[in-house]
C-alpha cells in the first residue's frame, strides 16, 4: 500500500519569504499522481498544484511550484513571496494511475503566515 | 464552479443514535466520496461511489455505511454513533471525464461531536 509522509506539522514563514513544505511517499508503481491541497480556515479544500510522476518537468502554477525527485520519492511544495491568505493547513496526496480514484493523504502541514 | 454542499456545518449526537450525513454535488459528478480528518491522522477514506447505487469500501469503514440513491446525493450512515466517531467529515466529488489528475472537490463538512 501507498503511504504519504508529511514531516512538517508546522511551519511559520514571514510574509513576503519563500517556504518549502515536505512531502515523502512510498509506492512501487511507477505512473502515479502527485498533489498538494489546501485547506484555510474555512476548511473547503482546494488543489494547488498537481505533477504527474512521467513528467520530468516540475509543475509551476503561480507563486506555486514543486520539486518533484522520483528517484527518492519526495514531492515538496515551495511557495514564494508568501502572503497572508497562504495560511492553511496542506496536504500532500498520492494517486494511482491504476485501479481505483483511492487518494492517500498525508498528515497535513500548518501554515503560519507571520506579518 | 462545481458546489459540494454538506447539509450541517456542526453536529451534535448521542451515543447510539443513527446518523446521517448529506452531501450533495450539482456537477453531475460520478464519482463521491466520504472522508474523516483527524489531527494528527490527515484524511482517511471511509467509502467511495462510482455510480448510483455502487460503493466501495476505503480504509476505515467499519462502523460506517452509504446510500447512493441519487446521482448527485452521497450519503454517510453511522449505524449506531460511537464517540470513536467525532470527528470531521468531509465529502468530495470528481469526474472521470476530467482525467486522472483532476482534482476532487470538496464540501465544507461537517464537525460531528457524538456525546
Known amino acids: 500500500a501507498q503511504t504519504v509522509t508529511q514531516s512538517q506539522p508546522e511551519m511559520s514563514v514571514q510574509e513576503a519569504e519563500t517556504v518549502t513544505l515536505s512531502c515523502t511517499y512510498d509506492t512501487s508503481e511507477s505512473d502515479y499522481y502527485l498533489f498538494w491541497y489546501k485547506q484555510p480556515p474555512s476548511r473547503q479544500m482546494i488543489l494547488v498544484i498537481r505533477q504527474e510522476a512521467y513528467k520530468q518537468q516540475n509543475a509551476t502554477e503561480n507563486r506555486f511550484s514543486v520539486n518533484f525527485q522520483k528517484a527518492a520519492k519526495s514531492f515538496s511544495l515551495k511557495i514564494s513571496d508568501s502572503q497572508l491568505g497562504d495560511a492553511a493547513m496542506y496536504f500532500c496526496a498520492y494517486r494511482s494511475a491504476l485501479g481505483n480514484e483511492k487518494l492517500t493523504f498525508g498528515t497535513g502541514t500548518r501554515l503560519t503566515i507571520i506579518p | 464552479d462545481v458546489k459540494v454542499t454538506q447539509s450541517s456545518r456542526y453536529l451534535v449526537k448521542r451515543t447510539g443514535e443513527k446518523v446521517f450525513l448529506e452531501c450533495v454535488q450539482d456537477?453531475?459528478?460520478?464519482?463521491m466520496f466520504w472522508y474523516r480528518q483527524d489531527p494528527g491522522l490527515g484524511l482517511r477514506l471511509i467509502y467511495f461511489s462510482y455510480d448510483v447505487k455502487m460503493k466501495e469500501k476505503g480504509d476505515i469503514p467499519e462502523g460506517y455505511s452509504v446510500s447512493r440513491e441519487k446521482k448527485e446525493r452521497f450519503s454517510l450512515i453511522l449505524e449506531s454513533a460511537s464517540t470513536n466517531q467525532t470527528s470531521m467529515y468531509l465529502c468530495?466529488?470528481?469526474?472521470?471525464?476530467?482525467?486522472?489528475?483532476?482534482?476532487?472537490?470538496f464540501g465544507d463538512g461537517t464537525r460531528l461531536s457524538i456525546l
Open positions: 456537477m453531475d459528478h460520478e464519482n
Open positions: 468530495a466529488s470528481r469526474s472521470p471525464g476530467q482525467g486522472l489528475g483532476g482534482p476532487q472537490h
